[in-house]
């Protein structure tokens, strides 16, 4: 039987696997999981806690972790308990220091408390708020991967993207970014393999790419 290395594909904040639907990692070299958000324990529950929670779904050794977004600190967060091939990041950050100031601000005061999560729990009911054809494009995307709505998570994920502690940067790490990323500003990104024009939302839109550079950093 030949060996097929392991990926563990962790969707960013609120998403499901669906965001990975455009990845085209070949099937011979690569066995392909599938991880989904759980649900908090609590909204005290800590990031560590719940990454120690979420290796219960990986069951083979010498993985590699690939998360987007808030997916990507989470698989970070899991790596710290598993012995990882690699552990590869998307539209993320490595270190508290990458996260953008205005994140930061956010955190004085807890100002996170007060963020609108309603407007994703209930998204059908907002979106039809939505006026012109760019929007209403937008609003069709958002309704088909954000699939994670249970308020307590999502107040719980944002609270904990934007306290999370990571000073230094974990082995064996890739980090893939979007030079056009708007939430995790290139700008406070070091060491990253760029992907010109990537937005936040690059898993959609430049998956070939980075299927490329996925394939091209796992092989030896």
């Keep these: 039987m030949t060996y097929k290395i392991p990926i563990y594909l962790m969707p960013g904040l609120a998403a499901g696997p669906e965001i990975f639907e455009n990845l085209s990692l070949s099937k011979e070299k690569y066995e392909i999981h599938y991880l989904k958000w759980k649900k908090p324990l609590d909204l005290e529950e800590t990031i560590s806690n719940y990454a120690m929670r979420m290796c219960e779904e990986v069951k083979k050794e010498n993985p590699v972790l690939v998360g987007v ?18 552990v590869i990041i998307i539209s993320s950050v490595k270190t508290t220091d990458e996260l953008p100031k205005r994140f930061k601000v956010a955190t004085f005061g807890n100002l996170y408390k007060i963020f609108p999560t309603k407007i ?64 995790f500003p290139i700008n406070n990104i070091k060491n990253a393999i760029e992907i010109e024009n990537g937005t936040h939302i690059m898993i959609l839109n430049k998956a070939k790419k980075i299927s490329e550079i996925i394939d091209k950093s796992l092989t030896f």
Excluded: P
């Design 120 to 183: 994703i729990s209930h998204f059908e009911d907002f979106s039809r708020f939505f006026i012109g054809k760019t929007l209403q494009k937008r609003a069709l995307i958002y309704k088909k991967y954000l699939s994670e709505r249970n308020e307590t998570y999502l107040k719980w994920a944002i609270k904990n993207v934007l306290k999370w502690q990571q000073q230094e940067i974990i082995e064996n790490l890739i980090h893939i970014h979007g030079v056009e990323d708007k939430i």
């Design 69 to 86: 977004s808030f997916g990507g600190i989470l698989v970070q967060e899991m790596s710290k308990f598993l012995h990882c091939k690699k």
